[in-house]
């Protein structure tokens, strides 16, 4: 906290962005870098670490992932990447404009 009672703020910087995902990062107070990943209403936080760990993660999908279909209520041709606290679930379009993200990061 600052003197007069306020949170100092935390300077964020936005690194990729696609229409409906947004990769930000933040410089916290004890010198420590976040990354943010917002997915629609989610936001995923992660330390250095562990956000090197999830893009290595998701561009080895990229590689194994074939193509979906065409029919993207099709549940055999959604993405599926699955996490310690969760599964990411993507249909075509979905996929692709993840991929697209984290290409830009």
């Known amino acids: 906290m600052t003197n007069n009672g306020t949170m100092p703020e935390i300077p964020i910087e936005t690194i990729a962005e696609t229409p409906n995902y947004t990769?930000?990062?933040?410089?916290?107070?004890d010198d420590e870098r976040t990354y943010?990943?917002?997915l629609g209403p989610v936001t995923v936080h992660f330390?250095?670490?562990e956000w090197q760990e999830f893009?290595?993660?998701i561009r080895h999908a990229?590689?194994?992932t074939g193509e979906p279909?065409?029919?993207e209520d099709d549940?055999?041709?959604?993405?599926?990447?699955?996490?310690?606290w969760g599964t990411l679930y993507f249909v075509k379009d979905e996929w692709q404009e993840f991929?697209?993200?984290?290409?830009?990061v």
Request: net charge negative; glycine share 2%; no cysteine.
């Open 62 to 64: 990229a590689e194994t």
């Open 47 to 49: 330390f250095t670490e």
């Open 99 to 104: 991929l697209q993200l984290i290409e830009q």
């Open 55 to 57: 893009i290595e993660l």
């Open 36 to 38: 943010h990943l917002e």
């Open 69 to 71: 279909g065409d029919d």
């Open 23 to 29: 990769v930000w990062t933040a410089e916290e107070p």
């Open 75 to 84: 549940e055999e041709n959604a993405t599926e990447v699955e996490l310690d």
